[in-house]
Nanobody
Framework: QAQLVESGGGLVQPGGSLRLSCVAS????????MSWHRQTPGKERELVAA????????NYADSVKGRFTISRDNVKNTVYLQMTSLKPEDTAVYYC???????????WGQGTQVTVSS
C-alpha cells in the first residue's frame, strides 16, 4: 500500500538548518504533486511548500519564502525540504503529502517533529 515516511526532524538552534526527507512507496511517485505541511497544537495544519509532479513548479508560504526550498528526486521517490535560518516559530510537526487529480488521491506521512530552540 501507499506509504510516505518522513525523516530529518530534530532540535536545532535559531538560525540553524535542517533537511527533511520523505520517501514514497506503493504508488507512482512521479505522477503526484508533493507538498510539506506543518502543524502545532491547537492550530490547523498549514501548507509550507509544494512542488509539481515534474519538479518544475514550486510555491511557498509567505512565512518561509527565501528560507525553505522544496525539491524532489523522481528516481529515488523522495521529496526534500531544505530549511535554513530557522526561527522558533518554525517549530511544528512537519508532514509530507502526495496528491493527484483525476481521480483525486491523497496520502499523508506520519510526521516528523522540528523544534527550534536555544
Amino acid at each position: 500500500q501507499a506509504q510516505l515516511v518522513e525523516s530529518g526532524g530534530g532540535l536545532v538552534q535559531p538560525g540553524g538548518s535542517l533537511r527533511l526527507s520523505c520517501v514514497a512507496s506503493g504508488f507512482t511517485f512521479r505522477s503526484y504533486a508533493m507538498s510539506w505541511h506543518r502543524q502545532t497544537p491547537g492550530k490547523e495544519r498549514e501548507l509550507v511548500a509544494a512542488i509539481t509532479s515534474s519538479g518544475v513548479g514550486t510555491n511557498y508560504a509567505d512565512s518561509v519564502k527565501g528560507r525553505f526550498t522544496i525539491s524532489r528526486d523522481n528516481v529515488k521517490n523522495t521529496v526534500y525540504l531544505q530549511m535554513t535560518s530557522l526561527k522558533p516559530e518554525d517549530t511544528a510537526v512537519y508532514y509530507c503529502n502526495a496528491n493527484r487529480r483525476n481521480p483525486v488521491v491523497e496520502y499523508w506521512g506520519q510526521g516528523t517533529q522540528v523544534t527550534v530552540s536555544s
